[in-house]
């Protein structure tokens, strides 16, 4: 297991150890380090898929209104 050494204010020391308290710190830094790991790879995953998706639609060929309409209309048919 590795060692991570950081400094943070005060305030938020104080603030992590009261509200922890009676929990073993280690696990629950390693957990909170684990989300935010998580979050910053989903949010990675998300904007590379918008930016996948802007790019196929850059590519993409216009459809006018009425070609859309026109389609929405058959598929109500159905």
Do not use: C, G, Y
């Not at 710190?25 to 684990?34: C, G, H, P």
């Not at 590379?48 to 993409?60: F, T």
């Amino acid at each position: 297991m590795a060692t991570v050494n950081f400094s943070v204010p005060d305030e938020v020391k104080d603030a992590f150890n009261e509200t922890f308290k009676d929990k073993n710190k280690s696990t629950v830094i390693a957990e909170l380090m684990r989300e935010a790991v998580e979050r910053a790879q989903r949010k990675q995953r998300s904007h590379e898929a918008i930016a996948s998706i802007l790019e196929r639609r850059a590519r993409m060929k216009p459809i006018s209104a009425e070609a859309v309409q026109s389609v929405r209309d058959e598929l109500r048919e159905w």
